[in-house]
């Protein structure tokens, strides 16, 4: 424990409950939700931390949530120290060198995190704990209260081709199940897959969608963002590349089009190109027309703003959340054709065979163009977008917690 965080401890049994927040007389809200340290810690940035940020950050007021969480690189969990059941400190991305520093010093950041939580579990009063990922670490722990669970796929079962034999999720995910007292189904999709691979009672599994910020992307392709103009015209692919992503086939799928139009580039987030990627698209004679672009959350909105179209070709999801953000942009959308995308965009996008190059090909042939078939393309999206939002989403998963606490 950091000597800051010892002294305030000291105070806390000092002074008057709430005096050292600024709560002190407050009435306390009648449920308190424990969240754990989990996804904060394992990403940086990602669709499920962003999940349990905006959950926590929408909570009706009858509901306090409390994040048990020591250290974390997450950039999410900077609006939410505010829950956090003690001051965390922000990791940062750590070098190898860093990393066996740490461990010469016996630095264990997943420790400092699991130890926190799990005391957290033992004597922070909460009504409900509701753990943000599978790592079974708190299983054993006495249960102290109701657990809710979010299911987000079953991607790991249905392509296992795409992880290493050595991934445990799958057996993770039973155990939880095991525990839970309710599961969140984030598709009903993903809920009917659930029960393609689990055993669990279906009259406990709830499906609470996932959510966008209207307010925050529905201008975005008036105001644009001032750094875009650099890409020219682009079309833009947002999130992770690797496997089930269908990055590579993608992108071997747009290299005849992307020579009928030298003046389009494509726009890429998330990590830096590996050496492999950068060879493919060397390969492809398309140096210098794919770009690697890092944006901050607030930075994101204008970068679908400024697109041409926006392409989604996974191969499978459990929701999808740049979908939404698309589609809330304005942004012409086109995704793989599989159910949870129809589930999610409906009639707002266009479709294409994952695998089907000549399908992808001609989705970007539409977006190239000026048809005016895109005008209502993006008038769709903005309106199917509409009928999601983060309150709604915080809203229906606290009817969850109520419901399994039988009020």
Same mark, same amino acid.
């Given at each position: ?15 008057? @409950? ?9 009435? *306390? @809200? ?17 669709? #499920? ?5 905006? /959950? ?26 505010? $829950?956090? !059941?003690?001051? $965390? ?6 070098? +190898? ?13 997943? @420790? ?10 033992? &004597? ?32 790991? =079962? ?32 993903? +809920? !009917? ?7 669990? &009672?279906?009259?406990? !599994? ?18 644009? /963002?001032?750094? !875009? ?6 079309? /833009?692919?947002?999130?992770? +590349? ?12 747009? =290299? ?7 003046? #389009? ?11 492999? *990627? ?17 944006? %901050? ?18 191969? &499978? ?26 589930? #999610? %965009? ?5 479709? $294409?065979?994952?695998?089907? %190059?000549?399908?992808?090909?001609? %989705? ?19 309106? +199917? ?5 983060? *309150? ?16």
């Amino acid at each position: 424990m950091l000597a800051v965080d010892v002294a305030m401890h000291r105070l806390s049994k000092i002074f008057p @409950k709430g005096f050292l927040t600024g709560t002190m007389g407050r009435k *306390e @809200k009648y449920m308190r939700v424990l969240y754990d340290h989990q996804t904060f810690m394992y990403q940086s940035i990602g669709g #499920i931390s962003q999940y349990f940020s905006h /959950l926590m950050n929408n909570l009706p007021q009858e509901f306090t949530p409390v994040l048990s969480l020591d250290n974390t690189k997450n950039e999410s969990a900077v609006d939410l120290e505010r $829950f956090a !059941t003690r001051p $965390f400190r922000k990791a940062g991305k750590r070098s +190898r060198v860093q990393r066996l520093i740490d461990k010469a010093r016996g630095i264990d950041l997943k @420790k400092l995190n699991t130890d926190n939580s799990l005391n957290a579990i033992k &004597d922070v009063a909460h009504d409900i704990f509701h753990p943000t990922s599978f790592d079974p670490y708190c299983l054993s722990a006495p249960k102290r209260a109701p657990m809710v669970i979010t299911f987000y796929d079953c991607i790991h =079962e249905r392509l296992p081709e795409h992880f290493s034999p050595a991934d445990n999720m799958t057996a993770s995910k039973k155990l939880y199940l095991q525990h839970a007292d309710a599961v969140i189904c984030i598709s009903h999709y993903t +809920r !009917t897959e659930l029960f393609k691979y689990f055993e669990f &009672d279906e009259t406990r !599994t709830h499906v609470v969608h996932l959510g966008v910020d209207c307010n925050l992307f529905r201008n975005a392709r008036e105001e644009g /963002l001032p750094n !875009t103009e650099k890409f020219g015209r682009y079309m /833009l692919f947002v999130g992770g +590349r690797s496997g089930y992503k269908n990055w590579i086939y993608w992108l071997r799928a747009l =290299e005849r089009p992307m020579k009928r139009h030298p003046d #389009i580039s494509i726009v890429c987030t998330g990590r830096q190109f590996s050496s492999e *990627e950068k060879a493919l698209i060397g390969s492809l004679g398309l140096e210098g027309r794919v770009h690697q672009h890092s944006v %901050a959350a607030d930075q994101l909105p204008g970068l679908y703003g400024g697109a041409l179209g926006f392409f989604f070709p996974s191969m &499978d999801e459990g929701f999808g959340l740049p979908t939404l953000e698309a589609l809330a942009a304005g942004c012409p959308t086109a995704l793989s054709d599989i159910p949870v995308m129809r589930e #999610i %965009a409906g009639d707002s996008a266009v479709y $294409f065979g994952p695998k089907d %190059a000549k399908s992808i090909e001609l %989705a970007f042939e539409l977006f190239a163009g000026k048809d005016r078939a895109l005008v209502e393309l993006s008038r769709k999206g903005k309106e +199917r977008a509409a009928s999601f939002s983060w *309150e709604k989403t915080a809203r229906e998963t606290a009817n969850v917690y109520e419901r399994v606490l039988g009020r």
